[in-house]
């Protein structure tokens, strides 16, 4: 696994420090305060280090926030914050002192609208937001009374932005986006070089500061790839769950359980060496030589997998992890590994046969074309799989 040292950049230079597990601890530079993060062994992100172990994975607070969850693992209460979920595990409500938020989403799970009421006012909404989508990409956002916003992104990034257009009647602007290495939005500039936007993003993608130039609010939603910042809450959209910057986690569970990792909640130990635009990502095999299995996420949730499935890393005599740029493609090439080795029934496997990946629905509605790529792309892993014997 390679991990980002020193980076010198516009802002200064910036130095990242890692534990021997890839943790991601530490961060400073001359624009930047001396962060520092710890954790527990299930990769828990802590307020300290003295800080005890964290019960079940349910992080029961981060800084002066206090979290309550629900029975399927779901955070109900956070700050002044009620949340409230549907039985397809999809936040659908947020009330927060006078006010109350509702979220609608699409039979595919991508979340389409939010609409912000007054308490005891009645149906008519204060703000609301539609949203469209390029798969599983967001593409244009728009805003009640303001406007509507087009997102541009990096033809070999998938979800680094790199423009937007905005629009209201007539009227169209173009805004640039500058980025860090993972796609994160760091700056935005208006056509002329006014700098309109800039942030002071935290290791595992909290905001701490708006900057402008131009002494305007701009709206600028976009945090870590595939992450969409909800002012009404302080929470990340992150396409099948929600995020908490400040503790750098999701607040709900893994949607494919285990086989995602251990840890239903970890966003990952180091955001800065791979990225989770769906919540979900990366592709991987692995055995001891008796026990066998197939997963989906970063190299991160493999290792932890590793430890729970065959008592770690140590153990594994055969392993491969690939990150396919597109989660869409991950999730087929899981599934056609998972059919190649009859995973879901074979006893040498200890994937479980309840539980099939949601690569298959993906695959089945491919086209003829995308089929032969998926297939090829699970060669190519299942060929670094067999060619990691004895390494």
């Known amino acids: 696994m390679a991990f980002l040292t020193p980076v010198r950049r516009l802002r200064g230079s910036v130095v990242y420090s890692y534990d021997r597990s890839g943790y991601l601890t530490g961060r400073s530079g001359q624009m930047y305060d001396h962060d520092r993060y710890y954790y527990d062994k299930a ?31 779901e955070l109900t209460t956070r700050r002044d914050q009620q949340l409230e979920w549907n039985a397809q595990g999809q936040l659908t409500r947020v009330i927060s002192g006078n006010t109350e938020t509702h979220y609608g989403y699409d039979a595919l799970g991508r979340r389409i609208r939010k609409a912000t009421y007054g308490r005891h006012t009645g149906h008519t909404a204060r703000s609301r937001t539609d949203f ?31 423009a937007s257009v905005t629009g209201k009647g007539e009227s169209r602007q173009v805004w640039y986006y500058h980025t860090d290495v993972t796609g994160t939005p760091q700056e935005v500039t208006a056509a002329d070089g006014t700098l309109v936007w800039a942030g002071y993003i935290r290791g595992f993608g909290e905001n701490a500061a708006d900057i402008s130039n131009s002494g305007a609010y701009f709206h600028q939603p976009l945090r870590l790839p595939g992450q969409y910042f909800d002012d009404e809450t302080g929470l990340h959209y992150n396409l099948f769950r929600y995020y908490a910057p400040e503790c750098g986690r999701f607040v709900s569970q893994d949607p494919i359980g285990l086989v995602g990792g251990i840890n239903l909640y970890q966003y990952g130990s180091n955001p800065l060496s791979w990225i989770d635009p ?73 994937n479980s046969e309840r539980i099939s990946s ?27 799989y067999r060619a990691s014997k004895g390494c």
């Open 132 to 162: 469209v989508w390029e798969g599983f990409r967001l593409l244009q956002e728009n805003v009640q009374q303001q406007g509507w916003r087009t997102y541009l992104y990096d033809a070999e990034q998938p979800y680094t932005p790199v």
């Open 358 to 384: 949601p690569g298959k629905r993906l695959y089945d509605a491919a086209d003829a074309k995308t089929q032969r790529k998926v297939n090829r792309l699970a060669n190519k892993l299942d060929s670094k």
């Open 278 to 350: 769906w919540g979900l990502t990366g592709t991987y095999i692995f055995t001891d030589g008796t026990t066998y299995y197939i997963g989906k996420g970063p190299e991160s949730r493999m290792y932890d997998s590793m430890d729970y499935r065959i008592g770690g890393r140590a153990n594994a005599i055969q392993f491969a992890h690939m990150d396919f740029g597109d989660d869409k493609l991950g999730f087929m090439v899981e599934h056609r590994l998972m059919e190649k080795y009859n995973a879901r029934y074979s006893p040498d496997f200890a």
């Open 43 to 73: 990769g828990n992100l802590l307020d300290n280090e003295g800080q005890g172990a964290v019960m079940s994975n349910r992080l029961p607070g981060c800084g002066r926030d206090r979290y309550g969850y629900n029975e399927w693992g």
